[in-house]
């Protein structure tokens, strides 16, 4: 079993920075990726960044805005978020990917951190 508990969400005006936290706990020693994913209202989840494998993705709404990144002491997952626009407005989700296979699936991801970005 894993724990992911996401927090760092807030309202801030357009133009601003956040930076997401996402502490993972449990079997972790497996974990082989991680990624943050955003669910804006009726809408559907996507992913936004991720990293794994030698490799690191973002969503071309976010590129060079948005930084994905992982302490392995802390056993933290990190998405620092500048520049931010009303788009970006969202729940934030983190994920992980155990031995090729990412952990939370379907749609109850549990409660996330709200992003507000105002304009």
């Known amino acids: 079993q894993v724990q992911l508990v996401e927090s760092g969400g807030g309202s801030v005006q357009a133009g601003g920075s956040l930076r997401l936290s996402c502490v993972v706990s449990?079997?972790?020693?497996?974990?082989?990726?991680t990624a943050w994913y955003r669910q804006a209202p009726g809408k559907q989840r996507d992913m936004v960044a991720s990293?794994?494998?030698?490799?690191?993705y973002y969503a071309d709404s976010v590129k060079g805005r948005f930084t994905i990144s992982r302490d392995n002491v802390k056993n933290t997952v990190y998405l620092q978020m500048n520049s931010l626009k009303p788009e970006d407005t969202a729940v934030y989700h983190c994920?992980?990917?155990?031995?090729?296979?990412?952990?939370?699936?379907?749609?109850?991801w549990g409660q996330g951190t709200q992003v507000t970005v105002s304009s």
């Open positions: 990293m794994g494998s030698g490799r690191t």
């Open positions: 994920n992980v990917r155990l031995a090729g296979v990412w952990y939370r699936k379907g749609d109850d």
């Open positions: 449990g079997s972790i020693s497996s974990i082989d990726g």
